[in-house]
């Protein structure tokens, strides 16, 4: 992980789509960051060493890791609001911080102030004026994306925002992120403090950017979310990624348990062979552990049949304690 990726960082500009799939929109090396704390300053907290990520084009990223990890502190870097205290990265192509990649931008914050005495519709407009989104773009933009985040166009004109629900600012967040219709969005835990509801409006939103090929870059600690949407995952831990992968990579490798079905055969032999073996009137389940030919031919010899056969993955959750557990890592900081 704390190699330098062999990909090179290229122009905002790529000749053919094919390429753009290609190109990493995001890529940093060795990312370090360090900070002086302490009465006297002199006290020093790693907060990120050796970071090396890359995320391509149209990928959904996810970046998980406990609390006190360094991911808000990677995602500060990334967005250029806060500087490395050693290392490199680029953003679409140009160097962290560059003020022309933050125009392809959208960011969510943790926890976003809001403009109590502003209707949602204001500070949408307050936010187009940043980017200076000509007003006839805004008058189409704001409603398109309040109908996408599923926030009531009369109700985003009339209400301040100090009467919205957490729901409620979180889609108006979420609108906010999206005026500059970003190539790239940051979104810091899109799914706290929302109720299930919520929160799969939320991941269905998510979906509905990577359709529209947009490079999302989110993080989050509800794994199961993380699960569904992502197309590749990365886990910090004690300020340096432990490891990164898609979902099949990190989760098919790990398991060789397949969960299987079946009719017939001898019950004594398979309630030796399966763990769990269980009879239910004409079938039996049970998980299997090894190769699933050597079983497929045991049981077609003892004249039974296999009715269905799962290779059981491990949840992310599971996965994440896992290599948490294997680095000693017992809490967070
Ligand atoms: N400005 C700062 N000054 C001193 N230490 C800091 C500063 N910002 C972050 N840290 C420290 O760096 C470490 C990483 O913090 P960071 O907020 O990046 O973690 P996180 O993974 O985002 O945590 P959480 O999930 O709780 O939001 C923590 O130990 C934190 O105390």
Request: aromatic share 8%; with cysteine; proline share 5%.
């Amino acid at each position: 992980m704390n190699s330098e990726p062999k990909v090179t960082p290229t122009s905002d500009n790529p000749s053919s789509p094919e390429q753009a799939e290609q190109q990493p929109i995001i890529q940093t090396f060795s990312l370090r960051k360090t900070y002086r704390t302490g009465f006297w300053m002199n006290k020093t907290v790693t907060s990120l060493q050796q970071c090396s990520v890359q995320v391509m084009a149209g990928e959904t990223f996810g970046l998980l890791g406990p609390n006190g990890a360094g991911k808000t502190t990677l995602l500060k870097i990334l967005l250029g609001l806060a500087k490395p205290s050693a290392g490199r990265g680029f953003l679409l192509g140009k160097p962290l911080g560059d003020r022309s990649a933050k125009q392809h931008i959208g960011y969510l914050p943790e926890n976003a102030y809001f403009y109590d005495y502003l209707t949602g519709w204001e500070f949408l407009k307050y936010a187009a004026g940043l980017f200076q989104i000509p007003e006839k773009v805004q008058k189409r933009r704001i409603p398109e994306l309040l109908d996408m985040v599923g926030l009531d166009r009369k109700t985003a004109k009339k209400k301040q925002m100090r009467r919205y629900s957490k729901g409620m600012l979180q889609r108006v967040g979420m609108a906010q992120a999206l005026i500059n219709d970003p190539k790239l969005v940051f979104l810091d835990e899109p799914m706290s403090g929302l109720d299930p509801m919520g929160r799969y409006q939320m991941r269905e939103i998510i979906l509905s950017l990577k359709e529209q090929g947009k490079t999302v870059f989110f993080n989050s600690h509800v794994l199961s979310d993380v699960e569904v949407i992502c197309d590749r995952v990365a886990i910090l831990a004690l300020g340096e990624l432990i490891c990164e992968g898609t979902l099949d990579q990190l989760l098919g490798a790990n398991t060789q348990n397949y969960q299987v079905k079946g009719r017939g055969g001898n019950s004594e032999v398979l309630s030796k062979v399966l763990i769990d073996f269980e009879m239910q009137a004409e079938q039996w389940h049970g998980q299997l552990q090894g190769d699933p030919q050597t079983f497929i031919s045991k049981l077609d010899s003892m004249g039974g049949t296999l009715v269905e056969m799962k290779l059981m993955r491990q949840s992310l959750e599971d996965f994440f304690i896992q290599q948490l557990r294997q680095r000693g890592i017992q809490k967070s900081r």
